[in-house]
């Protein structure tokens, strides 16, 4: 008696099968190489930019706040003349919403009240660099009280780049 158990030409995956499995499957890695070496072949992108202010507080006989930049990072390629300002009280009122050298006035119970922001640009470069300083200058001189406490902002192409409690 000859008996067989099993077919003699029967496999066990069809060849097309096979192939189609070897090419998915060499596409998957070849993928996840790809991400693997592209994240090391682009560096990280910069921080952003960030600027410190160590304020020098009130003169109250004249209405003028002054702060210096303790230092920057990522500020080299801003120029001075682009930056925009706003200055703000504790509850968030607009005081001032413009550039270096610009006057806004502002209508309150007291009176008007002009709010004045310049730069000190300290080495002339029209860089942002430790040492320059922001001065708000608010006219008439005893409505400083206004924006005492308030907030200080710095702004480069709508981008927050500063800022400092005015006090």
Do not use: C
């Not at 189609?20 to 890695?29: G, K, P, R």
């Not at 592209?38 to 930019?49: H, K, T």
């Not at 801003?78 to 006035?105: M, R, W």
């Not at 009280?145 to 907030?151: A, E, H, Q, S």
Request: proline share 7%.
């Amino acid at each position: 008696m000859n008996r067989t158990f099993l077919r003699p030409n029967t496999a066990a995956v069809a060849p097309v099968i096979s192939t189609i499995l070897m090419v998915a499957i060499t596409v998957v890695l070849a993928a996840v190489l790809y991400v693997i070496v592209s994240g090391m072949l682009f560096p990280p992108p910069p921080p952003p930019a960030s600027v410190s202010f160590d304020s020098q507080g009130w003169n109250q006989a004249t209405g003028r706040n002054s702060a210096s930049i303790l230092g920057s990072a990522g500020t080299q390629n801003i120029p001075v003349s682009g930056l925009s300002y706003f200055v703000k009280d504790t509850d968030g009122v607009v005081y001032f919403a413009g550039n270096a050298g610009e006057s806004k006035t502002t209508n309150t119970v007291a009176g008007p009240v002009t709010v004045t922001v310049s730069y000190d640009d300290n080495d002339g470069g029209d860089r942002i660099t430790a040492g320059d300083s922001v001065i708000i200058q608010v006219s008439p001189a005893s409505a400083w009280t206004l924006v005492d406490g308030g907030l200080f902002e710095m702004y480069y192409g709508g981008r927050q780049v500063g800022s400092h409690a005015i006090g």
